[in-house]
């Protein structure tokens, strides 16, 4: 319900409405988008004055531009979402390069020891095959 009083002229005057008045004058549902009750109340539209078209007309507007902010919130978030995806994502790519690059040196490290070990082992085989001769020379002056 709305109601009137008089008030002193000097002084600014405000008036509010509240969904429940809009109600009150028979407003037909679809007049207001729910979008426009899911905005924080400093982003939604103010109430139109019934009585002015151009006051519709802009109410209107309001909540066709409300309607696509919450479309672009809606978005941005899901945007950041995926961009929060992307990073782990790279994070992990980091993550097994490092891996395969110390593994690469690993693998590197334990072929030059292999080499070096088989290049001992045959140092060794020799040196044994001589001492094998030697002693062989041996037993056989004796």
Known sequence: MITTRRLPSDKPVHIS?????????????DFI??????????????????NSKESILVFQQHCRIAEEYHKVQK???LLQERK???IAELDQDDKDQLNATHLTQE?????EENH????YHLQCREHLEKLQVLLQQQQGSS
């Open 116 to 119: 070096s070990l088989t290049t």
């Open 107 to 111: 693998y590197q490290q334990l072929a």
């Open 33 to 50: 988008p729910n979008v426009y009750l899911q905005l924080d109340q400093h982003l939604q539209p103010l109430q139109p004055c019934l």
């Open 75 to 77: 978005e941005i978030a």
């Open 17 to 29: 409405l509240s969904l429940d008045d809009l109600t009150e004058l028979n407003i037909p549902d």
């Open 84 to 86: 929060k995806q992307l």
